[in-house]
Structures are given as C-alpha cells and as structure tokens.
C-alpha cells in the first residue's frame, strides 16, 4: 500500500465519511424493521368516525381542529354509504285538466259553416302526468314507515310511489302537506325490520365552510352523491313565493329530481331538505337550497298527529312601514314590522293589538322584519297567550296576545273583516304638489284603500286627505293612529277632497 493510499485511509475527512455511511445504513435498517412490524390500519378503522374524527366537519358543534385532508375519501365514503339507503326515489302522478279542440271549430270550418251562438266549446280533458323527486326516510310506528319530502314533489299527487335504495317499490300516501315550508310527508306499509331510518341533525350547528353531501335522484339517476360546502345559511325571501322556511345554501350540485333529497353533515346527519336551485338554464351552476331540517322537525310531528300542520293565527295585516311614515313615526332603522290593519274580533283584535302598532319581539324572541314576525307567529301554540312588544305612538310597551288557529285564507277572508282598511301616509311637500294641496294643508292622505272594507264601502277614496276622525282634528300619522283607536264602533272622518269637505260615517 502506497504512503498517499495510507495517508488517505487515516485522514480526518475519511473518518467522517464513514461515520456518515455507517449512520445511513443504520437508518436504513431501522426504518426497515419498524416498518415491518408496525401494524397495519384498515380500511374500516379509517371511515369509522367515532374513532377517527373528532373534528368540525364531522361533529354537529364547532371546534377549532379541522380535518385532516387525510380522512376526507374515507368519510365521504362512510357518509355515503350510510345516508344511500335512507333516501328514496318519490315517483308521483298527478291529474292535471286542458282543453282540447273541438272537431269542426276553427279555420276552415267556421268560415264555412256558420254556427253563431250554437258554436261548441273547447272541452277540457284530464290527463296523467308523471313528476320525479326524492324523499328521506325520518320516522318509523310499527309497520308503517314514513318519508319527507318537498311539498311541490308530492302535495298534489293522486299517485305515489316510492322506491327504496335496493330497488324495492311501495305504494304510499299522502299523509299531510305544508305549503308554507314547502315540504309533505308521505307512507308506505311495510313488517321489513330492515329499512333504515335518518338521524335528523341540528341545523342550527352548520356553519359557512362546513363540508356537506346532497344524496337525491337528479333527472331520474337513482341514489346520486354530490359534494360541496354550505356557502351561506339562513337564507329567507328567496326561492318558492310561498315557502317561509330558512334555507341552507349550498355548491353541492343539486338538480331537478333532488327536490326532497337529503343534505347531509359529515356525520351523516340530514341537516336540510334539498328544495330548489337558482339556475339561468335551469342547471347546477353551485346555487343550491335546502330547507333546514330544524324547521321541518315541528312539520313532522304535527303531519303524524294531525295530518296537517297547526299554525297559529294572529288576525293582522303586517308589513314593513313606509319611509315616510316610519320617519313620522320615529322607526327609522329599527328592526321589526308594522301592523296596518286588524282582523274585526281576530286574536290582535281581542289581545288589544292596534292599527299603527310596532311589533319589535314576541315572547321575547326578537322580530327583525315581517316574514320573521309571519314566521314566528305561525310556530306560537295554539290556545296559549303570547307577550308582543310593540312601539305604539313612539312608546314601547307590552300587549298579551291569545293565539288563534290559522285556518284557510279563504276562511280568514269571509268570516272577518279588516279594520281600518285604510293606509294613511304623512302629507309631505311632494305629495302636496301632486294633489294639488295648499301648503298649508294639513292631515294624512289615504295611499291605499283595500276593496270589501268598511271604508270601501263607505266610498273613502284614494288621494283623499283625513283631516279629523270624531270631531278630533287629525294633523299627523300619530293623530291618525290615535283618532282610529279611540274611535270605537262608530266613526265619522272630516276628509278633504280635491278641495271640498266631505264628512263620511263607518260603522265598524
């Protein structure tokens, strides 16, 4: 061995080198035998949630802890397989009526042959028409087995029929419906112990960014997953006119056919209804609705003990105030909604409720506006007196209010009137130049008169200006307000019209 070989093999950078080698194939057979032994995870230990994730997204409360990317697959897979069979296939038949022409009308015939006055009609045919949606499995009493779903998807069907995850078909009915929340509930007979029933969530515990899944049957592809985020909650005065529910919004692809399918947390918990989209095409594009399954627990209980959904009645004609007359008022940015008119012997009626009341809360529970009053109003139990806190002439106070039964419009129209059937706005200097007033003049001018009322009928017009009721001089909305509720039974307004006097008598 020469002296530089030598020299080379006892140098201090040759040391180091083997110190680093020998480390590295250490390491490696360490890595090698801990790897070996470690234990193996399976795949049901991933997905089973109760071990594995303890975190925002899957649990119903908030936590600071967020998912960990690792167990996403796993728990989508996991929810899914769980909620699949407890979403139906809701196949309904509706009778829907058109007319039909009848033979020997129209060009050429009438041009021929003349028939005048003998002429027939068009007849009106009934034909059967098929509609698709879906529906979650909620509750089950002895063999009967019930499913929720959107009213719009089987409120009017005069045939149901429902098909279970393993394909298997019933026949249902029609158990009650609830137009206002746009959700029914329908039933099948079944002894099958087997069928799955969902666990309903609180929708209260959703928040912005919570991952959720939408399980439905769009354009007819059965038992369908889709999954998004909630992009926004307690979304109101949007989707169906008619609907007062709060809706959870989603990205989650929703289609026509998921109407009534479920919306899920990670925990696969149903937390809405899926109900409707916003779409210029009529398509996902990522805006997505579903009823928040808090506000369908109350549908639910009272669809299997009533059949229909008891809502109370209040017996008042509510709407946000004008600008004008919530200036006049001194409402400006306050939060609630204001009663206009009052339904003659209605529960506001007897509760001592008042045209030009304020309603800012009811039981204490805060009203924001006038869908949130209508929707709290409807879940106040029946027969019971509810506290209303209202601002009435510029001073808030409290009125005890007996909560009436909600019947049909059509009932609360023909069996009450509305008093005072006027809406009165504060005279300002615009609407003086348009009615071609004085300056001077002073009162409040009638902006609306509703057709059937006493006042109606008593041919107080729109554009006149009330200037006294019973002989007290009426300057001012506050006037007004107070000259209607002191008035009683007998009234007598002193009304300017395009510059002439005119006293008319109502009876109320």
Same mark, same amino acid.
């Given at each position: 061995?020469?002296?530089?070989?030598?020299?080379?093999?006892? /140098?201090?950078?040759?040391?180091?080198?083997?110190?680093?080698?020998? &480390?590295?194939?250490?390491?490696?057979?360490?890595?090698?035998?801990?790897?070996?032994?470690?234990?193996?995870?399976?795949?049901?230990?991933?997905? $089973?949630?109760?071990?594995?994730?303890? !975190?925002?997204?899957?649990?119903?409360?908030?936590?600071?802890?967020?998912? &960990?990317?690792?167990?996403?697959?796993?728990?989508?897979?996991?929810?899914?397989?769980?909620?699949?069979?407890?979403?139906?296939?809701? !196949?309904?038949?509706?009778?829907?009526?058109?007319?039909?022409?009848?033979?020997?009308?129209?060009?050429?015939?009438?041009?021929?042959?003349?028939?005048?006055?003998?002429?027939?009609?068009?007849?009106?045919?009934?034909?059967?028409?098929?509609?698709?949606?879906?529906?979650?499995?909620?509750?089950?009493?002895?063999?009967?087995?019930?499913?929720?779903?959107?009213?719009?998807?089987?409120?009017?069907?005069?045939? =149901?029929?429902?098909? #279970?995850?393993?394909?298997?078909?019933?026949?249902?009915?029609?158990?009650?419906?609830?137009?206002?929340?746009?959700?029914?509930? %329908?039933?099948?007979?079944?002894?099958?112990?087997?069928?799955?029933?969902?666990?309903?969530?609180?929708?209260?515990?959703?928040?912005?960014?919570?991952?959720?899944?939408?399980?439905? !049957?769009?354009?007819?592809?059965?038992?369908?997953?889709?999954?998004?985020?909630?992009?926004? *909650?307690?979304?109101?005065?949007?989707?169906?006119?008619? +609907?007062?529910?709060?809706?959870?919004?989603?990205?989650?692809?929703?289609?026509?056919?998921? /109407?009534?399918?479920? #919306?899920?947390?990670?925990?696969?918990?149903?937390?809405?209804?899926?109900?409707?989209?916003?779409?210029?095409?009529?398509?996902?594009?990522?805006?997505?609705?579903? *009823?928040? =399954?808090?506000?369908?627990?109350?549908?639910?209980?009272?669809?299997?003990?009533?059949?229909?959904?008891?809502?109370?009645?209040?017996?008042?004609?509510?709407?946000?105030?004008?600008? +004008?007359?919530?200036?006049?008022?001194?409402?400006?940015?306050?939060?609630?909604?204001? *009663?206009?008119?009052?339904?003659?012997?209605?529960?506001?009626?007897?509760?001592?409720?008042?045209?030009?009341?304020?309603?800012?809360?009811?039981?204490?529970?805060?009203?924001?506006?006038?869908?949130? #009053?209508?929707?709290?109003?409807?879940?106040?139990?029946?027969?019971?007196?509810?506290?209303?806190?209202?601002?009435?002439?510029?001073?808030?106070?409290?009125?005890?209010?007996?909560?009436?039964?909600?019947?049909?419009?059509?009932?609360?129209?023909?069996?009450?009137?509305?008093?005072?059937?006027?809406?009165?706005?504060?005279?300002?200097?615009?609407?003086?130049?348009?009615?071609?007033?004085?300056?001077?003049?002073?009162?409040?001018?009638?902006?609306?008169?509703?057709?059937?009322?006493?006042?109606?009928?008593?041919?107080?017009?729109?554009?006149?200006?009330?200037?006294? =009721?019973? !002989?007290?001089?009426?300057?001012? %909305?506050?006037?007004?307000? $107070?000259?209607?509720?002191?008035?009683?039974? +007998?009234?007598?307004?002193?009304?300017?019209?395009?510059?002439?006097?005119?006293?008319?008598?109502?009876?109320?």
């Amino acid at each position: 061995m020469s002296r530089g070989i030598r020299r080379m093999l006892h /140098s201090r950078r040759f040391f180091i080198f083997n110190l680093v080698l020998a &480390g590295a194939v250490a390491g490696l057979v360490i890595a090698f035998a801990a790897f070996s032994i470690w234990p193996r995870t399976s795949i049901s230990e991933v997905v $089973r949630p109760d071990v594995s994730m303890q !975190n925002a997204a899957y649990n119903d409360g908030p936590t600071d802890q967020p998912l &960990g990317t690792t167990y996403v697959p796993a728990t989508f897979r996991y929810v899914a397989a769980k909620v699949l069979p407890e979403v139906v296939e809701i !196949n309904v038949v509706d009778i829907v009526k058109q007319k039909v022409p009848v033979f020997g009308q129209g060009f050429p015939f009438n041009f021929f042959f003349q028939q005048g006055p003998q002429q027939q009609q068009p007849k009106t045919q009934e034909f059967k028409q098929q509609a698709l949606g879906s529906g979650v499995i909620v509750r089950r009493i002895g063999d009967t087995v019930y499913v929720l779903t959107n009213n719009h998807v089987a409120g009017d069907a005069k045939e =149901i029929k429902v098909t #279970l995850y393993d394909k298997r078909t019933f026949k249902a009915r029609l158990v009650g419906k609830d137009p206002r929340l746009d959700l029914a509930l %329908v039933a099948f007979t079944t002894n099958d112990q087997n069928i799955p029933v969902a666990t309903l969530g609180d929708s209260n515990n959703m928040h912005v960014g919570d991952w959720v899944l939408a399980v439905g !049957n769009p354009f007819g592809f059965r038992s369908t997953v889709t999954q998004g985020i909630v992009s926004a *909650i307690g979304r109101e005065g949007d989707g169906p006119s008619t +609907s007062l529910a709060k809706f959870i919004q989603t990205d989650a692809a929703i289609n026509k056919g998921n /109407s009534g399918g479920a #919306l899920v947390n990670m925990k696969g918990h149903v937390i809405g209804i899926n109900s409707w989209i916003a779409s210029p095409a009529g398509g996902s594009v990522g805006l997505g609705f579903a *009823i928040a =399954i808090n506000d369908a627990k109350r549908d639910i209980n009272q669809f299997i003990e009533h059949g229909s959904v008891q809502y109370g009645w209040l017996g008042a004609s509510v709407a946000a105030p004008y600008e +004008s007359l919530a200036k006049a008022m001194d409402l400006t940015g306050k939060e609630g909604s204001m *009663i206009y008119h009052i339904f003659v012997n209605s529960p506001a009626d007897k509760g001592g409720l008042k045209p030009g009341d304020f309603v800012t809360s009811i039981n204490g529970q805060r009203v924001t506006d006038t869908t949130d #009053l209508v929707r709290i109003v409807g879940d106040l139990p029946v027969g019971k007196d509810a506290t209303f806190d209202i601002i009435r002439y510029g001073r808030p106070m409290s009125v005890r209010v007996p909560i009436g039964l909600r019947e049909s419009q059509k009932q609360i129209e023909a069996d009450h009137n509305l008093w005072p059937g006027i809406t009165a706005l504060p005279l300002d200097s615009k609407l003086r130049t348009q009615l071609k007033l004085a300056a001077d003049t002073t009162g409040v001018v009638v902006a609306q008169v509703v057709p059937d009322t006493p006042a109606a009928i008593a041919g107080i017009q729109q554009g006149d200006v009330i200037q006294g =009721i019973n !002989n007290q001089q009426v300057s001012n %909305v506050m006037d007004f307000y $107070r000259g209607v509720d002191a008035a009683g039974q +007998s009234f007598n307004f002193t009304i300017d019209r395009q510059g002439s006097t005119v006293n008319i008598g109502i009876v109320r």
